[in-house]
């Protein structure tokens, strides 16, 4: 179960790992959906049998499959801010595809708190450092500097913060 925190706890969170989502698992049938839905249909991703013979030794995801994933991972973990009205993607500083996801691997998200600093009266931004880890794989899939925005109302921004 998904904590709750508020906006005045966000800040003591800063440089620990607020979050560990739950096992994801990244099957064929993931892949091709995620395929459809961009046309992008390299043999890589799409085609066992000619992946096989590839580098890898059989399909993998693609690479914004694995980082379009954050966002489950994200509200399976994350506490979710009490005065929070709305959450917003805000962007990514740095993303780096680390090594291959096979298809029918199973990954998870790590989220460590890096920055939080209020912009305006009703919204705060948040820095996360992320890895989606490989269930026995010494390398992580991604790494990734994930900005997100926190809106609330500003009647409810904390004191001295």
């Known amino acids: 179960m998904v904590k709750e925190i508020s906006l005045?706890?966000?800040?003591?969170?800063i440089g620990t790992e607020t979050g560990l989502s739950d096992w994801i698992v990244?099957?064929?049938?993931?892949i091709d959906a995620f395929a459809h839905a961009t046309d992008d249909h390299q043999f890589i991703h799409v085609?066992?049998?000619?992946?096989?013979?590839?580098?890898?030794?059989?399909?993998?995801?693609?690479?914004?499959?694995?980082?379009?994933?954050?966002?489950?991972?994200?509200?399976?973990?994350l506490p979710r801010v009490r005065e929070?009205?709305?959450?917003?993607?805000?962007?990514?500083?740095?993303?780096?595809?680390?090594?291959?996801?096979?298809?029918?691997?199973?990954?998870r998200g790590h989220f460590i708190l890096a920055e939080a600093?209020?912009?305006?009266?009703?919204?705060?931004?948040?820095?996360?450092?992320?890895?989606?880890?490989?269930?026995?794989?010494?390398k992580p899939a991604l790494t990734a500097k994930w900005i997100t925005i926190i809106q609330f109302d500003p009647k409810d921004r904390p004191e001295n913060v």
């Not at 990244?26 to 993931?30: L, P």
């Not at 995801?61 to 489950?72: D, P």
């Open 117 to 138: 600093r209020f912009r305006g009266a009703g919204m705060l931004m948040t820095t996360y450092d992320v890895s989606i880890e490989i269930e026995n794989e010494r």
């Open 26 to 30: 990244v099957d064929q049938t993931m």
């Open 84 to 107: 929070q009205t709305m959450g917003i993607n805000y962007g990514f500083d740095t993303v780096r595809f680390v090594a291959p996801v096979k298809a029918g691997a199973r990954i």
């Open 8 to 13: 005045a706890d966000v800040r003591g969170l």
């Open 47 to 77: 085609d066992p049998v000619r992946a096989a013979g590839s580098p890898f030794g059989g399909t993998i995801a693609h690479g914004f499959l694995t980082l379009s994933l954050l966002s489950t991972m994200n509200f399976n973990c």
